[in-house]
């Protein structure tokens, strides 16, 4: 990988492994990079709009979103896309509050964050 990273979101869409965000050196990340399994090749790509770690991240509609996070801080509620087509990140709908160390998956074309670490009850 390019950056030294751990408690990152990790997505895998169209037989690529995608790493976004998380905490190295003592950094949070914005970045995000891509394997190419037939290469055996990391690349960088565009980076994410907001620094985070221990954020969530689901592929739906070919497309990667990452929610929620840390910024070391905040709990995080925002939630970006990536286009791997355009490769831009761009920001969507926010969940209802911040939350981090969380799982989200994708069910009938849509999102749903489980799980929280924000001090809210769910």
């Not at 990340?29 to 709009?49: F, G, V």
């Amino acid at each position: 990988m390019h950056k030294r990273r751990r408690h990152f979101s990790v997505a895998v869409l169209r037989g690529a492994v995608y790493a976004m965000g998380g905490y190295g050196y003592s950094e949070i990340h914005r970045t995000a990079e891509r394997y190419d399994c037939k290469a055996n090749q990391w690349s960088l790509i565009a980076p994410m709009n907001t620094k985070r770690t221990h954020a969530s991240s689901t592929v739906l509609n070919d497309k990667i979103y990452v929610a929620g996070g840390s910024t070391g801080m905040n709990y995080l509620n925002s939630v970006e896309v990536y286009d791997p087509d355009t490769d831009q990140w761009t920001f969507v709908s926010p969940m209802l509050f911040g939350r981090a160390c969380f799982s989200s998956v994708a069910f009938n074309g849509c999102l749903y964050a489980i799980g929280e670490n924000s001090g809210h009850s769910v």
